[in-house]
């Protein structure tokens, strides 16, 4: 069955940078699009990024709150997808999680937690 497991989260000062890591098993890896959301307390979950197939640049895409700041990538010998967080900021806390769809249904990691505080 497929299985999306996230790592990596902590608790970092604003400035700080974290990796986050999303273990993936179940499905052909390298045959899939990725994404990271992300859910604030009391907020909805939203988009953070994606990654195509390649594992090139132009295969990625940012919501404007992350652009710059932000790296998706993956690593298909690896079956695992990454999130590289720079600059963050406060409002950046949230409980992140990966996605994937396959075959018309959507999965979710259990998330990892990213608190950015002073």
């Known amino acids: 069955q497929v299985q999306l497991v996230e790592s990596g989260g902590g608790l970092v000062q604003p400035g700080g940078s974290l990796r986050l890591s999303c273990a993936a098993s179940g499905f052909i890896f390298s045959n899939y699009y990725m994404s990271w959301y992300r859910q604030a307390p009391g907020q909805e979950r939203e988009w953070v990024a994606s990654i195509s197939i390649s594992s090139s640049s132009s295969g990625t895409n940012y919501a404007d709150s992350v652009k710059g700041r932000f790296s998706i990538t993956r690593d298909n010998a690896k079956n695992t997808a990454y999130l590289q967080m720079n600059s963050l900021k406060p409002e950046d806390t949230a409980v992140y999680y990966c996605?994937?769809?396959?075959?018309?249904?959507?999965?979710w990691g259990q998330g990892t937690q990213v608190t950015v505080s002073s």
């Open positions: 996605r994937v769809s396959v075959r018309s249904l959507t999965y």
